[in-house]
C-alpha cells in the first residue's frame, strides 16, 4: 500500500507557505500528481482539486481560486510533489492533500481534478488554520 505524506505549515494571510509531498517506496515517473484541498474541521467533505502536474513532461494546471497565486512543481530526484502558495487568503485555510496516479498526458489534463479518479492519497496537512 502506497501512502504518500505532506508537509506544510500554517496558512497566514497575505504570506507564503510551500507544501511538499513524498511518495515513499512509489515512483512519481509518469504519473498524474495533485494537491487537493478540503474545508478544515469537515472531513467528511469532498475534496476540490486545485493544482495538477503531469510529471512526463511537467504540464500543469490550475484551478481559477489559485491560479497566479500557487505554483505546483515536480522535483523528479526527490521524488516529491510541492505546492506554492503566495498571496493566502483566508480562504485557503484549509486541509491540503496531495495525490497521485498512473497516468498519461491527456488523462491527467481532463481528469485531474477528480478526485475519485486518483489510487494514492498523504493523509493530508494537519495544520490549515490561519492567523
Known amino acids: 500500500q502506497v501512502h504518500l505524506v505532506e508537509s506544510g505549515g500554517s496558512v497566514q494571510t497575505g504570506g507564503s507557505l510551500k507544501l511538499s509531498c513524498a511518495g515513499p517506496g512509489y515512483t512519481f515517473g509518469s504519473n498524474c500528481l495533485a494537491w487537493f484541498r478540503q474545508p478544515l474541521g469537515f472531513p467528511g467533505m469532498s475534496r476540490t482539486g486545485i493544482a495538477t502536474i503531469y510529471t512526463g513532461d511537467s504540464s500543469t494546471y490550475y484551478d481559477d481560486s489559485v491560479k497566479g497565486r500557487f505554483t505546483i512543481t515536480y522535483d523528479s530526484a526527490k521524488n516529491s510533489v510541492y505546492l506554492q502558495m503566495n498571496d493566502l487568503k483566508t480562504t485557503d485555510s484549509d486541509t491540503y492533500y496531495c495525490?497521485?496516479?498512473?497516468?498519461?498526458?491527456?488523462?491527467?489534463?481532463?481528469?485531474?481534478?477528480?478526485?475519485?479518479?486518483?489510487?494514492?492519497w498523504g493523509k493530508g496537512t494537519q495544520d490549515g488554520g490561519s492567523s
Open positions: 495525490a497521485a496516479k498512473k497516468n498519461d498526458a491527456g488523462g491527467c489534463r481532463l481528469y485531474g481534478f477528480r478526485e475519485n479518479s486518483y489510487e494514492f
